[in-house]
């Protein structure tokens, strides 16, 4: 079959949040959440500045791509059920090399 990789984006709100710090703590708990739970690789990559909006890009690596796509819609069901930041918006890409 070869090499599957998914890979998307998380953008999220944070409304009660109000300094970066704040901020910072928030989305390392989220991060290590996913990293945990679903072993991919992820990372804030937007909006590093603002302390209530953030974006977090995550990718993994599979061989079956029904597998990847499932991880990844309980990766961002986990995400938007955690209570801790509000999902604006989602985008997933699978790639097969």
Known sequence: MGMVIG???ISLRLPENNTLKGKRKIIKSILG???NTFNVSAAE???NDVHRKA???FSM?????GHINSK??????MVDD???AELIDTQIEIMHC
């Open 7 to 9: 890979f998307g984006t």
């Open 33 to 35: 959440k996913m990293k």
């Open 45 to 47: 990559v937007d909006y």
């Open 55 to 57: 974006e977090i890009g």
């Open 61 to 65: 690596v599979g061989n079956e791509t």
């Open 72 to 77: 990844m819609d309980k990766l961002i069901n």
């Open 82 to 84: 955690s209570g801790i």
